[in-house]
């Protein structure tokens, strides 16, 4: 590219990229992104060069002469929230209680990158960063489902903290589980019960999930389960049993061992028939 095409970009992105770093707002910096990411599309297809060529003539982080202060990570990320959001409107509509725009953009990975798409929940990605929760807490949700599918061999957290809310809900379901096996005689009794257990598409799932977790023996199981339709309490639980083996195994050595697994996978799944339930109480019993 010309010194001169150069320039004429950098010209034409300058106002934007301005206002992107005075803006406070999260929405208005996400639209400023997005206004960013359409300029940097129409000069790729207007010169036809890669988006990494079209971002190292604007900005080369080992040149004595600095052509403008455009980063090749805010142009990357900018690219990428033009791609995401097919029309500007879209950001406020989807984005309408997000609270920190550094949350969002610990999430865009997650929506964008192909590494994370196959074994991400879009709406779950989106209903996490708009929630009420506190900004660590997402934060720290996000890093666990990057983890989840592809652990950094240097953690950033330690994997007490990685699984700390799955370690926790199925403590919780072990705990309510094993109190119903001691109050319930008949599956009608299951109607009001907890965690969607009256549920045998919930179940369904949860017992799949659990085998997957204890042995890679089951993994090819998981694949019954469409992502689009993974109940949201499941989803840490989920992305951790598609992920590699030696997050599995870590898994199993921080949270519940293969056996306490499959033993929450029997009671489970035997909450489906009279039989089962009647079958596993008198094998608890003794």
């Keep these: ?3 001169q095409t150069i320039v004429q970009i950098i010209d034409s992105l300058a106002p934007v990229n301005n206002s992107y770093r005075r803006e406070k707002n ?6 400023l992104m997005w206004k960013l990411g359409a ?5 790729l297809q207007k010169y036809n060069v890669t988006l ?15 052509r403008s202060n455009i980063t090749r990570s805010l142009g990357a990320y900018s690219y990428r929230v033009y791609n995401y959001f097919k ?5 406020k ?11 969002f953009i610990e999430a865009l990975p997650l929506l964008t990158n192909k590494k994370y798409i196959p074994y991400v929940n879009n709406d779950y990605i989106l209903s996490l960063i708009n929630s009420q929760d506190t900004t660590k807490n997402i934060d720290h949700k996000l890093n666990s489902i990057k983890q989840s599918i592809s652990p950094s061999r240097t953690l950033r957290i330690s994997p007490v903290l990685l699984y700390r809310e799955e370690k926790k809900y199925l403590n919780n379901i072990i705990i309510y589980v094993s109190s119903l096996y001691k109050t ?4 009608r009794e299951l109607e009001n019960s907890k965690y969607n257990l009256a549920s045998p598409e919930f179940r369904e799932q949860l017992v799949i999930i659990l085998m997957s977790l204890a042995s890679d023996t089951f993994t090819n199981k998981i694949n019954i389960i ?13 992305m951790i049993s598609v992920s590699n083996t030696e997050n599995r195994a870590r898994f199993r050595k921080w949270v519940l061992s293969s056996n306490k697994l499959l033993w929450l996978a029997e009671a489970v799944h035997a909450l489906g028939s009279e039989n089962d339930l009647h079958f596993f109480k008198k094998k608890l019993e003794k």
Excluded: A
């Design 52 to 66: 990494d060529e079209l971002l190292y003539s604007l900005y080369d982080p080992h040149s004595t002469i600095k």
């Design 93 to 103: 509509r989807l984005l309408s209680n997000l609270k920190s725009y550094n949350v």
């Design 26 to 31: 999260s929405i208005k910096k996400i639209e």
């Design 226 to 238: 469409k992502k689009s339709q993974i109940y949201e309490d499941l989803n840490g639980l989920y």
């Design 184 to 187: 319930i005689n008949t599956l």
């Design 87 to 91: 029309q500007k409107n879209d950001i």
């Design 39 to 43: 300029i940097l599309n129409n000069n």
């Design 1 to 3: 590219m010309q010194i």
